[in-house]
């Protein structure tokens, strides 16, 4: 079975999102939305209904959540640090509060699955309290793609 890498990001806001602090953020998101999907490797992206992921507050009402799918581990790595979107990344501090904890996971989803928040919280939630195994994992420690017993 082909598997996908599924990951989640989530940060609270230092201010609300129509804040002048954030306006920067805000103003980014879709140029940075769209390098995303034409990237090498990009499978899919959580969205609501009307098309917002910061819309959602699966994490709480001051916290905003990304989750995509991508064909590989490189992918998306290639992605977070070496396109466009690293110095964005890097301006996070700007608008995001430093976390205390883990605040980014990765783990493996058969092909053509498409993760939900509550999915993406549980594995958040598991390298949380036990660290980085083969279930959630971090770019840092990452694991292997499960393989088929032949």
């Known amino acids: 079975m082909l598997h996908h890498l599924a990951q989640l990001n989530i940060a609270r806001l230092l ?6 602090q954030l306006a920067d953020f805000v103003a980014n998101l879709e140029r940075i939305n769209a390098l995303a999907e034409r990237s090498p490797g990009f499978v899919w992206r959580f969205q609501t209904e009307a098309g917002d992921a910061t ?5 709480g009402e001051d916290i905003v959540a990304n989750l995509s799918v991508w064909d590989s581990v490189e992918a998306l790595h290639a992605y977070v640090y070496r396109s466009d ?3 964005i ?14 605040w980014s996971v990765l783990w493996w989803v058969p092909a053509g699955h498409r993760p939900s928040m509550t999915e993406a919280a549980e ?3 598991a390298l949380r309290e036990h660290g980085p195994g083969p279930q959630a994992f971090t770019f840092k420690q990452a694991f292997p793609a499960p393989t088929a017993v032949v």
């Open 123 to 125: 594995r958040l939630q």
């Open 15 to 20: 201010a609300p999102l129509d804040s002048p």
């Open 55 to 59: 819309a959602d507050r699966s994490f």
């Open 89 to 102: 990344m890097a301006r996070r501090r700007s608008w995001f509060a430093q976390p205390s904890e883990p």
């Open 85 to 87: 979107h690293a110095p």
